[in-house]
């Protein structure tokens, strides 16, 4: 069978593609996953009103004013704000650390003394690093205290590593920040695909030119096929077989669980870092404020990644990095074949930065 252009993955960054592909260049684009459903981790589905999220909680958010008008094409967003909360010390305080999270924790001539000093180094609204912190001495404590009630434990299960094996982006990504801002993005644009995430993919592939295979393994099919470009959105180690090594990943256990009444937890997202296995728990009515008598939640295991498991987060650290530049080394000799989104090119990826890659990728194709 010959196809011009084959994209493996039904994600975001495959359905732009295979969207642009359609609708501007006017191509025939044949998109094929091995999962029985579009929209790779963002695929949501109706439970009795309420949309869950399989792959765990998904939040856009966004400054990238191209990307957001892009996406709004296929979907108007609900304008959802979000904020998380995190059990410490027996109460729920807003994360990222912030001014309000200090107050709550310390003793309030204490976290007023600390707030001035900050202000003092730092301009209001600035997000700082932990690791920035831990280099000045003078909030030697203050350091601390959020590395061993935010960060250390909640590592260790998600991770299962300590932090320093880590690459230092893993911190950055949650920073201390200098404000009373609970939301947890600060991004222009965010909310929620009003009638889900699975509803926008769909409107993403109603061209004629576009037809989608599921339950299609690439590597089932791939002798099979004569095409002229693909763009492969899987694991690149999977790719070459593993020939130089397997790339490591960190893995998810959902524990769904439905409750008869309104809500069970009073936010959508609280995260325990200290306390139980799970990692957070997510309640998905209120994104789109669902209005049922019942209520889904997850409860958010982390789990070391095998073969067969769904791969989450890759492991940023140098072993990891070194073998995947070593299979980049190995693409570049590949005509026409590009790796496109998380696992394909080994990053995690917000889903705006998956959809901007794939719209950057699309521009340069001749």
């Known amino acids: 069978m010959k196809v011009k252009n084959l994209i493996v993955g039904a994600g975001l960054a495959g359905l732009t593609l295979a969207e642009r592909l359609a609708n501007v260049k006017k191509q025939r684009v044949l998109v094929i996953d091995r999962r029985n459903h579009i929209g790779g981790n963002v695929y949501d589905y109706d439970d009795g009103g309420i949309l869950v999220h399989k792959y765990g909680t998904h939040?856009?958010?966004?400054?990238?004013?191209?990307?957001?008008?892009?996406?709004?094409?296929?979907?108007?967003?609900?304008?959802?704000?979000?904020?998380?909360?995190?059990?410490?010390?027996?109460?729920?305080?807003?994360?990222?650390?912030?001014?309000?999270?200090?107050?709550?924790?310390?003793?309030?001539?204490?976290?007023?003394?600390?707030?001035?000093a900050l202000l003092k180094h730092f301009s209001l609204g600035s997000k700082v690093s932990i690791l920035e912190l831990q280099k000045l001495p003078e909030f030697a404590f203050l350091s601390q205290f959020i590395y061993e009630k935010i960060f250390l434990h909640y590592t260790l299960k998600q991770w299962q590593c300590s932090p320093e094996e880590l690459d230092s982006s893993v911190f950055e990504r949650v920073p201390v920040v200098l404000s009373k801002d609970n939301r947890y993005f600060s991004d222009t644009f965010q909310g929620i695909p009003i009638q889900g995430y699975t509803q926008m993919c769909e409107n993403m592939c109603k061209s004629e030119l576009i037809?989608?295979?599921?339950?299609?393994?690439?590597?089932?099919?791939?002798?099979?096929?004569?095409?002229?470009?693909?763009?492969?959105?899987?694991?690149?180690?999977?790719?070459?077989?593993?020939?130089?090594?397997?790339?490591?990943?960190?893995?998810?256990?959902?524990?769904?669980?439905?409750?008869?009444?309104?809500?069970?937890?009073?936010?959508?997202?609280?995260?325990?870092?200290?306390?139980?296995?799970?990692t957070r728990i997510g309640e998905y009515k209120y994104f789109l404020d669902s209005k049922t008598p019942h209520s889904i939640v997850s409860f958010e295991y982390p789990k070391s990644w095998?073969?067969?498991?769904?791969?989450?987060?890759?492991?940023?650290?140098?072993?990891s990095a070194a073998i995947y530049e070593a299979y980049m080394q190995r693409a570049k000799a590949l005509k026409n074949v590009y790796f496109i989104g998380r696992l394909g090119e080994y990053k995690y990826y917000d889903m705006d930065k998956v959809v901007a890659r794939a719209l950057e990728l699309f521009e340069s194709l001749s």
Request: charged share 25%; hydrophobic share 35%.
């Open 306 to 319: 095998s073969r067969g498991d769904e791969r989450y987060y890759p492991v940023p650290n140098a072993a």
């Open 59 to 116: 939040i856009f958010h966004t400054n990238d004013k191209k990307v957001w008008d892009y996406l709004n094409q296929f979907s108007r967003f609900y304008p959802y704000m979000h904020e998380v909360k995190a059990f410490v010390d027996g109460q729920l305080v807003p994360v990222p650390f912030n001014l309000n999270t200090l107050s709550m924790l310390l003793p309030h001539s204490i976290a007023k003394d600390i707030e001035s």
């Open 211 to 278: 037809t989608l295979e599921l339950d299609c393994d690439y590597k089932d099919v791939a002798h099979s096929l004569e095409c002229e470009r693909i763009f492969f959105s899987g694991a690149i180690d999977e790719f070459f077989d593993y020939e130089l090594g397997e790339l490591p990943y960190r893995s998810l256990y959902f524990e769904f669980m439905r409750f008869e009444r309104e809500y069970f937890q009073s936010n959508s997202v609280i995260n325990y870092p200290n306390n139980y296995d799970y």
